[in-house]
């Protein structure tokens, strides 16, 4: 059986520009630019890709932090809106915010 490895995440954005900013300021992403539909942050062991559009509706990417109340605040320094504060879960404590396109995202901290 071959080995199947997640690597690439991509997401819509009704307003590419705007989830640039965000993605950005919440956790400091830089992006690369493949025209004027498609963003793409790359280098890391998942990569991320906005592409302008609403469908199909995405999956809810999950992002660590080792601070979570540290990333609380600067997601919501960047706009993001927060759906729900953070709670525990048995994986340890997470929060859940969308982005300007309205993508819901979780971060965690494991514990």
């Known amino acids: 059986m071959p080995k199947i490895t ?21 956790f400091g992403f830089a992006f690369t630019d493949y025209g004027p539909e498609y963003a793409a942050v790359e280098g890391g062991p998942v990569q991320i890709g906005l592409a302008t559009g609403e469908d199909p509706a995405a999956p809810m990417p999950t992002f660590e932090s080792d601070d979570l109340e540290a990333a609380l605040a600067q997601v919501k320094a960047a706009g993001g809106e927060i759906v729900q504060e953070i709670f525990a879960y048995p994986g340890g404590r ?8 309205g ?9």
């Open 6 to 26: 997640p690597n690439y995440m991509e997401m819509k954005a009704t307003d590419l520009s705007a989830s640039k900013v965000f993605y950005e300021k919440a």
């Open 94 to 101: 997470r929060f859940e915010c969308l982005d300007p396109s």
């Open 103 to 111: 993508n819901r995202l979780a971060i965690y901290k494991p514990g």
